[in-house]
């Protein structure tokens, strides 16, 4: 259900630290919001040398952006929490400071998002929602990012 881009120079992010940052957002996600981490998916995408600008000017420090989609429904609170624990975890994964993390949060209604073949759940729904899913759904959805057995 969330879905958390994140955007750094080309060749700034090795896997190891690529997993370790999916596995962070993965985690803040699920503990600060509630939902199953198998929701989460994180994408990367590399910025090529001289096409990222702040302030007009050409970016010369390590920087990593974090946009993520959610669903609309969260407290205010949680989502203040969301923000601070994404920036504190993506900056000790990548080794910088969280002067250099940047973390935008933009909210989606639920009935505006299908994953998994389904329109989505309102936030705190998810356990009946997953339960009304046909059998083969539901095992595929919960399935993922266990170890194959």
């Known amino acids: 259900m969330p879905t958390y881009t994140c955007a750094c120079r080309s060749g700034f992010l090795d896997a190891s630290k690529k997993a370790g940052i999916a ?14 981490p198998y ?6 995408n590399e910025v090529p040398s001289g ?3 702040i302030g007009g000017q050409k970016l010369e420090h390590d ?8 669903r609309a429904g969260r407290s205010a609170a949680d989502r203040k929490a969301l923000i601070e624990r994404l920036t504190t975890d993506v900056a000790k994964g990548v080794g910088v400071k969280s002067f250099s993390v940047w973390v935008y949060l ?5 009935a505006a998002m299908v994953e998994f073949g389904h329109i989505l759940p ?8 997953a339960a009304s899913l046909p059998d083969d759904d539901a095992a595929r959805m919960q399935g993922i990012g266990k170890a194959a057995g």
Do not use: K, R, Y
Request: net charge negative; charged share 10%.
């Open 106 to 110: 933009h909210e989606l209604p639920a």
């Open 51 to 53: 096409n990222h600008f």
């Open 63 to 70: 920087h990593i952006f974090v946009f993520g989609h959610i």
């Open 23 to 36: 596995s962070a957002i993965t985690t803040a996600h699920a503990e600060v919001t509630g939902a199953p």
């Open 122 to 129: 309102e936030s705190g729904d998810e356990a009946v929602w």
């Open 39 to 44: 929701f989460a998916q994180v994408i990367f």
